[in-house]
């Protein structure tokens, strides 16, 4: 018998505003704890942490490119995407 592995298709998420000056929002399901890293272009980690009320506070972020990986309680990759910070 032939196993074959069983995608979960990912909602699509989406991040406003981007460019984004401040207040970074997400529309993540409540169901679950969340966590989000930061990655700079070079691909280094500069930034960690939970995700609270579906928000995250870019203050103390440098403006350039960033891509955000978010990940879900389990360790899983959520989504991963670019962002803006002016």
């Known amino acids: 018998m ?3 592995d069983v995608l979960q298709e990912k909602v699509s998420l989406k991040l406003y505003p981007n460019p984004v000056k401040d207040i970074l ?15 700079n272009i070079s691909g280094s980690l500069i930034y960690e942490n939970s ?8 203050q103390n972020i440098k403006e350039g490119l960033y891509f955000i990986k978010i990940i ?3 360790g899983s990759d959520y989504s991963t995407q670019k962002i803006i910070k002016k």
């Open 2 to 4: 032939l196993n074959v």
């Open 51 to 58: 995700i609270l009320d579906n928000k995250i506070d870019l």
């Open 72 to 74: 879900d309680e389990k």
């Open 25 to 39: 929002y997400l529309n993540l399901p409540d169901s679950a704890k969340w966590f989000m890293q930061i990655f």
